[in-house]
């Protein structure tokens, strides 16, 4: 029987990346277009204060208010360039820290588990799955591509988070199942009811895409297509 390892899932956050080249320009888009707005202000405001109704002047509270109300969108503008700057930083962390998974196997959603059979023995993937709360049953089944069962184990009582595990790749004979794609089937249960589980597979981390509109570093993992940073639950 394959032997279970239990992990503490890995949380990395993500925050969304813009491109590092348009983070300038962008800059001084913007505090361009604050100059100019106080500028529009200040001649609509002098404009408004020659040609106001003599007998009916602005009071000093409205023009007050006027006022303030452009202070309040330049502090805006000035706090938005700020915060871009700081984003920008964080970008280059976030895009540094992706990258450092190159070369690196992770489990991510997904039910593949990879078989390589050869006259030495078995090599098979690890693989694992995440429970949204604590089940006093789980019971996981391996299926070849046909959906036949090969191999089937009772884990009992699990806690809530991920769990990783391996498998030895014989089937329920002892026998050495074939070279090929198996999959783990995971069901949960806390007395009676089901618990909801996602099943975790291996993927290589084969380098790092930049989607640019939506600002978002994923990975790319080949076959096994592209995560985010937060879709890792293990780093090997």
């Known amino acids: 029987m394959s032997s279970v390892i239990g992990a503490s899932s890995t949380s990395i956050s993500t925050i969304p990346v813009n491109k590092s080249s348009s983070s300038s320009s962008s800059d001084s888009s913007t505090t361009s277009a604050s100059t100019d707005l106080q500028q529009q202000f200040m001649t609509l405001l002098m404009a408004q204060l020659q040609n106001q109704d003599p007998t009916d002047p602005a009071s000093n509270t409205e023009t007050t208010a006027q006022l303030a109300q452009i202070n309040t969108v330049s502090g805006i503008e000035s706090l938005n360039t700020t915060l871009k700057g700081i984003t920008s930083q964080i970008d280059s962390t976030q895009q540094l820290q992706a990258s450092s998974l190159i070369g690196h196997g992770v489990l991510v959603n997904g039910d593949r588990i990879m078989v390589s059979s050869t ?25 070849n591509n046909s959906g036949e069962v090969v191999k089937s184990f009772d884990l009992g009582a699990q806690n809530a988070g991920m769990q990783s595990m391996t498998w030895d790749g014989l089937d329920e004979s002892g026998n050495a199942v074939t070279s090929g794609n198996y ?54």
Request: charged share 10%; aromatic share 6%.
């Open 119 to 143: 006259d030495d023995g078995v090599a098979t993937t690890p693989f694992g799955f995440n429970l949204a709360a604590a089940a006093d049953k789980v019971t996981l089944k391996i299926t």
């Open 183 to 236: 999959h783990a089937v995971v069901s949960a249960s806390s007395q009676g009811s089901a618990v909801n589980v996602s099943a975790l597979n291996y993927a290589m981390v084969n380098g790092v895409l930049n989607t640019g509109t939506s600002g978002t570093v994923q990975l790319d993992l080949g076959t096994s297509g592209n995560a985010t940073m937060n879709d890792v639950y293990q780093i090997y």
